[in-house]
């Protein structure tokens, strides 16, 4: 369990700096914007690295907190599709995906980890993802509170692009690459 709680430190650590030193933030991209950009993609894999093998390691052993409901899993697929769809949406031009929900990539987030604590009850999963709820829900807030403008929609077709990749990536994750990737077929 440890390995998971210092790679969730070091990831969400890393992501979170906006939220608790945007001063230094921004002073590190304005003195040289690559190598913020390189430490941060460096710490954030590292951190990336470390949650996964954590996780495997862990989950085997970690005991009950609770059962999740018996519809849970079902409402963990269709939340996971929809964090796909937002993903897809998140990158890219704006469409009205983007322009309307503003942080599609938060959003998502929260409804992957949220999905996955009505699908999963054991500790190492409610550790992983419950820091990821928590996290996102804080950045959410932060990234509200600097009241930047709604994105104007620039390409109307970003929208089905979003739809379609985030299914496709669903679809992928959910027939095989999960099970590859983490050691769990979320179809059971």
Not at 3 to 28: E, T
Not at 57 to 62: K, V
Not at 145 to 166: M, Y
């Amino acid at each position: 369990m440890t390995i998971l709680i210092l790679g969730l430190v070091v990831f969400l650590g890393v992501h979170s700096v906006r939220i608790v030193a945007a001063p230094l933030r921004d002073g590190q991209i304005a003195a040289n914007e690559k190598r913020w950009k390189g430490l941060y993609a460096l710490i954030a894999g590292l951190g990336f690295v470390l949650i996964i093998l954590g996780w495997i390691a862990a989950r085997p052993t970690a005991p009950q907190v609770y059962d999740p409901p018996t519809w849970g899993r079902h409402a963990a697929m269709g939340l996971v599709w929809i964090a796909f769809v937002l993903l897809a949406g998140s990158n890219g031009p704006v469409g009205r995906i983007k322009a309307t929900v503003r942080h599609p990539m938060l959003l998502g987030t929260i409804a992957w980890a949220g999905g996955h604590l009505l699908a999963n009850g054991d500790q190492a999963s409610v550790i992983l993802f419950g820091a990821f709820l928590a996290w996102a829900i804080l950045d959410l807030i932060s990234a509200l509170n600097r009241k930047e403008p709604a994105p104007v929609v620039t390409k109307p077709i970003a929208d089905l692009i979003a739809l379609v990749a985030g299914t496709v990536l669903y679809a992928v994750f959910v027939l095989g690459l999960h099970r590859l990737l983490f050691g769990v077929s979320p179809t059971g």
